[in-house]
């Protein structure tokens, strides 16, 4: 003993305690592989054929748009979805299986989810799969984290009509990776994210009503109309694309119509601009009056699905809203704005 | 040759301590490197994305009607 022991043995402690403190599992993890990587042999220790073990999944947008855990979808695209795991293998970097791993994610409500293991099952509303020649998705082994342990990166390129995690009936999704290695040992791990509810709307681009006379109901081509206010009559149909992954309606608003070249009174009034949310061919007058800007009225009813095309590109989901037109004492051009707002329309 | 155990009156016992303090340091310092070597590979990620909008909500048409005499 001299007078320099005590200091060590505080010294010994203090360093003890601060390993105890970090987690001190991946210390000494991470200690093994730098033994490995500078290619000193300071023991010799025999370990059994071990399964590989699939840790740390992740299941995730990229960009993380939604936060941890919640998936957020591009309207009418895709987006790449990241399902990321480490895989260890105790015995070592030389038993991993670099060329082979599979990845599946699909919705808990998918009652066949067990199938969805396979290329054929894709299914953009509610299975994904990789490696998957098709659409170019796949596994890829990333960096080696210690002498034990792998990153492994997952990508999907998921639809705007996967399912939405449903609140009510705890409908969520599920990633789930296979690996195996060379002893042909399997292994696998999970984790659950939630996909958000996408409203993403498109409509035509214009709602020209056409050449018409003072006091017509309809529009340009609109068979049957006159000047009548009830006369049945076709409507003037304005196409309106559902891009998310929610049955939509829509909230409607406009402006009067006018303009330099409007004549006469100078204007339309919003008024006279009438559509019907849940039917066609009816006369102007059993339709509904379009509303000014500031009071916004909600189209329900309308129930646009979102589509539902399970492999490729999703098939528009489309519905035509019908419009007439009442034309007061007014000449020349006329024009105004009408402003579509998706709303849920479950 | 300075005999560093003479010179600071050391003996077996604080060479053995020396040791385990030198071990711990080695292992403190080697886990700092590995949470590094992370860092740089979740930053690769991040360079990798692109950002799209998430999709359109409220869409304004123009309307027209001419009015022939």
């Known amino acids: 003993m001299s007078k320099y022991t005590p200091l060590l043995v505080v010294i010994v402690v203090i360093l003890v305690l601060f390993l105890l403190y970090q987690n001190f599992e991946s210390v000494i993890t991470s200690v093994t592989g730098l033994w490995s990587a500078w290619n000193w042999s300071w023991s010799n220790v025999s370990v059994g054929a071990a399964a590989p073990v699939v840790e740390d999944v992740l299941l995730e947008d990229a960009p993380n748009d939604g936060g941890s855990n919640v998936i957020v979808l591009y309207g009418g695209s895709n987006k790449t979805v990241w399902c990321n795991a480490t895989v260890v293998d105790d015995n070592g970097g030389a038993n991993f299986n670099t060329s082979w791993a599979n990845a599946s994610i699909f919705d808990t409500d998918y009652t066949n989810y067990q199938s969805c293991n396979q290329e054929s099952e894709w299914d953009n509303n509610m299975c994904y799969f990789v490696p998957n020649e098709t659409y170019n998705a796949n596994c890829t082994w990333g960096a080696r984290k210690n002498d034990t342990a792998h990153y492994l990166n997952c990508t999907f390129e998921m639809r705007y009509n996967a399912n939405y995690t449903n609140e009510t009936s705890n409908l969520n999704w599920i990633c789930t990776i296979n690996v195996t290695d060379a002893d042909n040992y399997n292994g696998s791990g999970t984790n659950t994210s939630n996909v958000s509810q996408l409203l993403a709307v498109a409509v035509d681009s214009v709602l020209e009503f056409g050449n018409m006379n003072v006091g017509d109901y309809g529009c340009q081509g609109c068979t049957g109309c006159d000047q009548n206010p009830d006369t049945v009559c076709e409507d003037l149909n304005h196409t309106v694309w559902n891009y998310g992954n929610i049955q939509m309606d829509l909230a409607l608003n406009g402006t009067d119509m006018s303009g330099s070249n409007c004549g006469g009174a100078g204007y339309i009034d919003v008024q006279e601009l009438h559509y019907n949310c849940t039917s066609y061919t009816n006369s102007w007058s059993k339709m509904s009056p379009l509303t000014e800007t500031s009071t916004s009225v909600n189209c329900t009813g309308f129930d646009l699905y979102k589509s539902t095309t399970p492999q490729g590109p999703p098939a528009d989901s489309t519905k035509k809203l019908p419009w007439k037109l009442h034309v007061p004492s007014v000449s020349g051009y006329c024009e105004g704005n009408i402003t579509f707002n998706a709303i849920d329309g479950r | ?69």
């Open chain 2, 1 to 69: 040759m300075v005999d560093i155990s003479k010179k600071f009156k050391l003996d077996n016992y604080d060479f053995f301590l020396i040791l385990i303090v030198i071990i711990l340091l080695f292992v403190i310092v080697s886990s700092t490197f590995v949470s590094e070597e992370s860092n740089v590979i979740t930053e690769n990620i991040v360079k990798e994305i692109t950002e799209t909008p998430t999709g359109i909500t409220g869409m304004i048409v123009k309307t027209s009607v001419r009015v022939v005499p």
